[in-house]
Every structure is written in structure tokens, then in C-alpha cells.
DNA sequence: CGAGAGGCCTGAACGC
DNA sequence: TGCGTTCAGGCCTCTC
């Protein structure tokens, strides 16, 4: 399931080949995946050339004069470029046709993704209004404490909150706190500045280490030169409830927490 | 407004 | 072996 560093190697991939190029044709195999794809992705985007390949949050923007196609993976989706000749496989909703013979395809077998349109000039809705990206310099502990003030929610589920901040999902905010020492059940408006600093700290660095390694696989992402992923075995909490804590070595503890399975250290995490 | 629940969708894992 | 059930999850949208 692309988080964002998966997004994000997904867009230094893509770009070498897009960037500067004309796309030819779209090809919509069925007019929808979560929303139905937009119309000018088909009436407009034709003959135009793809100026940038840019990232918003886990949004993909591929930016022309008139306007930009604006992709979301959601969980299962993967794009690839392929030669203009590769035969199509179960869930290749989407083909782009690039100048130059290569394809841009979009598979997503549970089509939680979307393939949407954002004019020139103008802010998609679904962009206006998220929060900062994580590796920005905003985005620090400060600003976290000062917006979590007086809410009750737990602290996991307003990092996962996209007006909050964007891009931590369900993989990375269970490593984040486990390395800021915070439980994942606590309410965020109890959670006292310094340890928010921390916990800034902790997304950043494992954010951008993750980006570095090209992103983790578990089990749909696949990156755009085929390659898998290999961040997995280093998770710490993620997905290892009932086995060891990597530093105590007592039992990891696991429940919902805002409808979402959530592992951690009661002992370490507080 | 905040908080929590619902829903989309399919494949993998699981139980009988 | 085969089939039905459960789970997973980003994140928008609805309800209270």
C-alpha cells in the first residue's frame, strides 16, 4: 500500500520518462476507479506535453499548460512504463500513450486510486486544504503542539489526519511514535511539546530514510521499474502484534485504534 | 466544529 | 480440494 515514500519513489521514476514528452492518447479501459475519471483526461491531456512530474501529499500531479493529471494510488495501485506493445493484464485500468513509444500504465486491482483533473491555474478540492508535507521545514513539533491543543483524539489518528499533516499512513505513524516513545492511544492534546518535537523528529527521519531506500513493499507496491521495494524487515511495531518489542522484549500489544489496526510497546510507548 | 463510523474494492489468509 | 468468511487499508463522506 504506497505511502508516501512509495509515492514518492514513484515520482522520481516516472519522471525521467514523462518529463519533457507529449502524450499521444489515453486509453480508459472502464470509466471509473474510485470517481469516475475525469473527462479531460481523454479531451485534453491528448497532444499535450508533460512539463513536470510533481508530488502533492500521496497525490501525483503531471503537470501540462492547460492543465494537470492529478493520480492517487490509493492501495493497490502501481504505475509503470512500459514499451507501447505489452500486452494488458488483469486490473490495467488506464494506458497513456507517451511520445517516443512507451506507455504509462495504471493498474489498481482494488481501485481505491482516482485519476482526476485539476485545471491550470486552480487548486484541485481535494488538495486545498491538506496540511503540510512532512518533510517540510512547517512541519515541526511546534506545529503540532500548537494544533493539537484541546483535541481528544488520539494522537495517532490526528498524525494520520491529512489536514494535519499529509503523507503518514497507518505503516509509518506505528514507527514513528514507537521511536518518539508515545502511545499511540494517548489524546493529542496531552501529549506535552518537547515530546511532540520528538515526534517530529521521528517522521521525519523515518520518512526520509525510507524515501532513500526507494520506499517500503509489503504487499500490492510494486515501483515503477518493476523492482519490489525492501524497507520491510525493518519495521519495528508495524504488523508484529504478539511478537517481542525490538527493545524490551516484552509482548507488542495490538488493537483498533480509529478503525485501524495499531501495534505498540505498552512499556516503551507511553 | 470535532469525533467516530461507514463505505468503497479485491486478493490473501484463514476456517471448516 | 473447495468454498465461504474475514481482514486489510487511504481517505472521503456522512452522522451525531
Known amino acids: 500500500m504506497p505511502e508516501l515514500p512509495e509515492v514518492e519513489t514513484t515520482r522520481a521514476g516516472l519522471a ?8 499521444l492518447a489515453a486509453t480508459l479501459r472502464r470509466p471509473d476507479l474510485r470517481w469516475p475519471i475525469a473527462p479531460e483526461i481523454a479531451a485534453e491531456l491528448p497532444g ?3 512539463d513536470a512530474v510533481r508530488r502533492r501529499a500521496k497525490y501525483l500531479l503531471l503537470d501540462t499548460a492547460v492543465g494537470s493529471a492529478l ?3 490509493g492501495m493497490s495501485g502501481s504505475l ?10 488483469a486490473h490495467d485500468h ?11 500504465r495504471f493498474n489498481d486491482p482494488r ?7 485539476q485545471a491550470a491555474d ?16 512547517t512541519f515541526d513539533g511546534d506545529y503540532l503542539f500548537a494544533l493539537s491543543r484541546g483535541r481528544s483524539v488520539a494522537v495517532k489518528s490526528f498524525l ?16 514513528a511514535l514507537f521511536a518518539a516513545g508515545i502511545s499511540p492511544v494517548r489524546e493529542a492534546g496531552k501529549v506535552s511539546r518537547e515530546r511532540y518535537r520528538g515526534l517530529a523528529d521521528a517522521v521525519r527521519a523515518i520518512l526520509g530514510h525510507a524515501i532513500a531506500r526507494g520506499g517500503t513493499t509489503l504487499r500490492d507496491f510494486i515501483s515503477p521499474d518493476g523492482a519490489p521495494g525492501y524497507f520491510e524487515q525493518e519495521l519495528s511495531v508495524y504488523g508484529r502484534g504478539g511478537a517481542p518489542c525490538p527493545t524490551c522484549g516484552r509482548v507488542l500489544k495490538q488493537a483498533m485504534v480509529g478503525q485501524r489496526a495499531t501495534v505498540w510497546c505498552g512499556h516503551c510507548q507511553r
Open 16 to 23: 525521467p520518462h514523462l518529463t519533457g514528452r507529449r502524450v
Open 80 to 89: 509503470r512504463v512500459l514499451p507501447g506493445d505489452t500486452p494488458v493484464r
Open 94 to 104: 488506464v494506458d497513456l500513450a507517451i511520445e517516443g513509444g512507451h506507455v504509462l
Open 160 to 175: 494520520m489526519d491529512q489536514k494535519v499533516v499529509v503523507g503518514v499512513g497507518n505503516i509509518y505513524v506505528a514507527e
Open 111 to 117: 481501485r481505491f486510486g482516482c485519476l482526476l483533473w
Open 71 to 73: 493520480l492517487h494510488l
Open 48 to 50: 499535450q506535453r508533460i
Open 122 to 137: 486552480s487548486v484541485h478540492p481535494l488538495l486545498a486544504g491538506l496540511g503540510p508535507e512532512p518533510l517540510s521545514d
